[in-house]
């Protein structure tokens, strides 16, 4: 069965750090690209970061640049997301998604409907 587990998320400050994993089973994470997706109440999902298959290629979106860094551990089939310099305007549920590399290996996928496997999401708050 494909799965995508996040984990790490949680209740930080202002100005604080996580870092979010993405664990899968049933498949190898490294054959496909992923991205990390928030969705914030009444708002729509949105890309935050994307890593290409052969991790060569990354996407931030513009508010995270410079405080957020993907990356991944093929050994351990799982990708991450440092986080830091939270904002409060961080605070959303962070989901990961994967998606075969069909446009080769150096291309990221930076919309949702772009990906077919989910993971069920993790909170971030951040708050004072």
């Known amino acids: 069965q494909v799965q995508l587990v996040e984990s790490g998320g949680g209740l930080v400050q202002p100005g604080g750090s996580l870092r979010l994993s993405c664990a899968a089973s049933?498949?190898?994470?490294?054959?496909?690209?992923i991205g990390w997706f928030r969705q914030a109440p009444g708002k729509e999902r949105e890309g935050v970061s994307c890593?290409?298959?052969?991790?060569?290629?990354?996407y931030y979106t513009d508010s995270v640049k410079g405080r957020f860094t993907i990356s991944r551990d093929n050994a351990k089939n799982t990708v991450y997301l440092q986080m830091n310099s939270l904002k409060p305007e961080d605070t959303a549920v962070y989901y990961c998604?994967?998606?075969?590399?069909?446009?080769?290996?150096?291309?990221?996928?930076?919309?949702?409907?772009?990906?077919?496997?989910w993971g069920q999401g993790t909170q971030v708050t951040v708050s004072s």
């Open positions: 998604a994967a998606t075969e590399p069909v446009h080769g290996g150096s291309y990221y996928y930076t919309q949702p409907y772009e990906y077919a496997y």
């Open positions: 890593i290409s298959s052969n991790s060569g290629s990354t």
């Open positions: 049933g498949f190898t994470l490294d054959y496909y690209a």
